[in-house]
């Protein structure tokens, strides 16, 4: 079955211990893309990435870190959470970046106390 | 910087109403436009997607239609049913100077009584 799986799908940590959202699609998409969904917020884009070794910032990137070493994989990486961080993520792929029909992950909502 | 906005925020039909859903972008420079549903705590699920180059897309009782020119995209439903009660989405693709970015509109929440 085509999918996008994210994980962990819930979790709650402190402010200041490093974490890593995973992130795995097996559709052999080129685009991958991270999320964060706030009220009143709406979905806003956080990295982004075309291909292997290709990422780019979107338009809340702060206290983000991305890497794409393999084209079925994108974690995200909080280095040093802050509460402000607190949210629910979504990984989202796409066949490739012009013509591609985007597809979601289930979501991580993250709290940070 | 591109920027969506859906009006309304907020929709309340009774069901078998025929409705629009509206989506207005302020950078023609797209690659195309996508909208989405997404029930409570749950996550987004893909409806049509239409490229820049076209005009609309149809997918059983819903239809889209995107003018980019006027930067606007509207999703029809046909003979709504209380299983439509959702939030609804659009993304814009950006090309130009903003390539690779998709930028989300708030969303319209939508409910259908039956």
């Excluded at chain 1, 080129?30 to 075309?50: F, H, K, N, T």
Aim: glycine share 8%.
């Amino acid at each position: 079955e085509a999918q996008v799986t994210q994980n962990p799908r819930y979790l709650i940590t402190v402010t200041g211990k490093k974490l890593t959202v995973t992130c795995s699609q097996n559709m052999n998409h080129e685009y991958m893309s991270w999320y964060r969904q706030d009220p009143g917020l709406g979905l806003r884009q956080i990295y982004y990435s075309m291909n292997v070794e290709v990422t780019d910032k979107g338009d809340v990137p702060e206290g983000y870190k991305v890497s794409r070493k393999e084209k079925r994989n994108f974690p995200l990486i909080l280095e040093s959470p802050s509460p402000n961080q607190t949210s629910l993520y979504f990984c989202a792929s796409s066949l490739d970046l012009t013509a591609g029909e985007l597809f979601f992950g289930e979501g991580s909502r993250l709290t940070v106390l | 910087k591109q920027e969506v906005t859906q009006i309304p925020a907020a929709l309340s039909v009774p069901e078998g109403e025929n409705l629009v859903l509206n989506c207005s972008f302020t950078d023609s420079a797209i690659y195309n436009l996508q909208w989405f549903r997404q029930d409570p705590g749950k996550g987004l699920t893909s409806l049509l997607l239409i490229q820049s180059s076209q005009r609309e897309q149809t997918s059983g009782r819903l239809n889209a239609s995107l003018d980019k020119s006027s930067g606007r995209s509207t999703l029809y439903i046909a003979a709504s049913q209380p299983g439509d009660s959702a939030t609804y989405l659009c993304a814009v693709r950006s090309g130009g100077t903003s390539y690779g970015k998709l930028t989300f509109g708030q969303g319209t929440i939508l409910t259908v009584h039956p």
